[in-house]
């Protein structure tokens, strides 16, 4: 019963930090057999169009296996391979491809016994194919870590982590992958071939140049220095200008107080949070007035506030509150709560709250997720329940509605207590 459930959880990318799936390297040594003519047998494959498998998370490889074999992910070559593969096969694989390092270097042997690393295959290179266009690796660099705000492309580094090293389990490793593999899942994600709704949305605005720009960036990421380093974001510095930002504030302090700290818990605090949400609320809450509601966010009081600003204006005062320390309210953890945020509820087809909002409850300040942590009870009560009934509806791609629209009142009233309790 618990690997039926399990695999339930995997099959809908729910489950994302936890080490539920602790499998048998020892075991996955000898079921991977049959994967090494294609993947490698330390998960380094000969082929371009073979991916790397080698130091990928566990949890990343038995959701995408998972996938194969329900048949949500098509491949003709995977399908048959993932068909006879148990809930234990996968487990045990998983674990013997994520024991290695991603260039393929087998893990230490425990003292005293034989490595488990199969004797390594070397592989076959494939001709690789001339391309007529010379992959910049810079510019790949540049559009994984900044994204392009302009034509609506979010930083891949939010969710696949620094040089292609993801924090987050069910995020895929990128860095020292095959450069045609990457193409193709990007082309595959823009197509809508393979299906997932974020990567779907952020490659539809990806040209063929920065496809192959981001492969030649991912192929070896630490062979791309610190390139333009003033270009590169660094944390804690602000696109707007903190200091224009505070003289505008004033007229925000009687409700969200002059650091951003709020005496009444019902108004957001806005002290800590990320600075491209910020400035993305603003602009939602101005067009909402100007296309009377049929887009961004209706708010008849902010709706005032925000029509003597100009975009500028915005982008400062977003800088400013992004640059202040936030005092969390002192609230008790919640275990109801932090399950939902951290595995989701598969059952009733909720995503995990971390796989966008972070394990911190952070956000991600690249891709406009807001930070959560801290906020007030009341105030996250009521987004949840706007999200629920479509009253808030500024989230693209209805990433919030869609989630929001499965949770019952205790779901809100016990994530909201687990995420005000973070800090
Ligand atoms: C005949 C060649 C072949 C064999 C054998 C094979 N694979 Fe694959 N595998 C592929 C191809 C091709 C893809 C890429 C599919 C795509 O483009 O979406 C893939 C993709 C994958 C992925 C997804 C990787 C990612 O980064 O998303 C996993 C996991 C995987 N294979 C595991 C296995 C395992 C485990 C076995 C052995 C049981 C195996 N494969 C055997 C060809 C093969
Ligand atoms: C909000 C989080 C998020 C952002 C931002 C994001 N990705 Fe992804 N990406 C994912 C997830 C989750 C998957 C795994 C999808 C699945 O389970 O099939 C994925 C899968 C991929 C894959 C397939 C990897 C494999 O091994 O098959 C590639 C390539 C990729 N992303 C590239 C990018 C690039 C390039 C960017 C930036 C332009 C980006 N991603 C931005 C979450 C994200
Ligand atoms: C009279 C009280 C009041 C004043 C003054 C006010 N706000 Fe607000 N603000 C609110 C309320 C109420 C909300 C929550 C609206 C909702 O429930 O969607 C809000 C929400 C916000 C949000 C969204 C926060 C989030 O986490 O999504 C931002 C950003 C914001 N205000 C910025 C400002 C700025 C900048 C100013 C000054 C120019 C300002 N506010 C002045 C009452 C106020
Ligand atoms: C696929 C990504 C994704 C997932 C998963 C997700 N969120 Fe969100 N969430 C967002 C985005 C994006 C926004 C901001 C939308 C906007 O631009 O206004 C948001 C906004 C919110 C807000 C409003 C914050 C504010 O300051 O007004 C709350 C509260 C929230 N999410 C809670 C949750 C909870 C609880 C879960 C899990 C049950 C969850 N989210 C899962 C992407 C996500």
Redesign the pocket.
């Known amino acids: 019963m618990k690997t039926v459930i399990l695999s339930f959880l995997f099959t809908l990318g729910i489950f994302s930090n936890a080490d539920v799936f602790a499998g048998d390297v020892k075991a996955g040594a000898t079921?991977?057999a049959?994967?090494a003519?294609?993947?490698g047998s330390n998960g380094v494959s000969a082929a371009g169009?073979?991916?790397n498998?080698a130091g990928?998370h566990a949890d990343?490889?038995v959701k995408?296996?998972n996938a194969?074999k329900s048949g949500e992910?098509k491949?003709v070559?995977?399908a048959p391979?993932?068909a006879g593969?148990s809930d234990t096969d996968?487990a045990d694989?998983?674990a013997y491809?994520a024991s290695f390092s991603r260039d393929g270097t087998p893990p230490p042997p425990p003292s005293g016994e034989e490595s488990t690393a199969a004797e390594s295959v070397t592989p076959v290179r494939a001709a690789t194919v001339k391309p007529d266009y010379v992959p910049d690796a810079i510019a790949g660099k540049l559009l994984y870590q900044l994204g392009d705000q302009k034509r609506d492309i979010t930083a891949c580094i939010g969710c696949h982590g620094t040089d292609g090293n993801s924090d987050v389990l069910i995020n895929?490793n990128l860095a020292k992958?095959h450069p045609e593999?990457i193409v193709?899942?990007l082309n595959?994600f823009k197509e809508n071939s393979?299906n997932n709704a974020v990567m779907n949305q952020i490659s539809g605005n990806l040209t063929s140049n920065d496809i192959a720009n981001l492969g030649a960036y991912l192929s070896d990421t630490s062979a791309v220095g610190e390139v333009k380093a003033t270009s590169v974001v660094v944390r804690k510095s602000f696109v707007g200008d903190v200091a224009a930002g505070k003289a505008k504030a004033l007229t925000c302090a009687a409700c969200h107080g002059s650091d951003g700290n709020p005496a009444v818990a019902m108004y957001p605090a806005l002290a800590g949070q990320s600075e491209s949400y910020l400035f993305k609320q603003l602009q939602d809450f101005k067009d909402a007035v100007e296309t009377k509601g049929e887009n961004g966010r209706v708010d008849p009081v902010m709706a005032g506030m925000v029509a003597p600003l100009s975009d500028d204006d915005m982008q400062n005062l977003s800088a400013y509150f992004a640059s202040q320390t936030l005092n969390p309210i002192i609230t008790k953890a919640n275990a109801k709560g932090k399950k939902l945020f951290i595995s989701g509820d598969p059952i009733n087809g909720i995503t995990a709250c971390m796989a966008c909002h972070s394990i911190n409850g952070k956000g991600m300040d690249n891709a406009a997720f807001p930070s959560i942590a801290g906020q007030s009870v009341s105030y996250l009560k009521a987004q949840l329940e706007k999200f629920r009934s479509a009253s808030r509806g500024n989230d693209k791609n209805s990433m919030m509605r869609s989630i929001a629209a499965n949770l019952s009142d205790q779901d809100i009233e016990a994530v909201s207590q687990y995420m005000a309790s973070l800090k």
Request: charged letters at 15%.
């Open positions: 079921k991977s049959m994967c003519a294609c993947h169009n073979y991916p498998l990928q990343y490889i995408q296996l194969f992910r491949d070559m995977m391979m993932a593969l996968m694989i998983a491809f895929p992958q593999y193709k899942q595959n393979r």
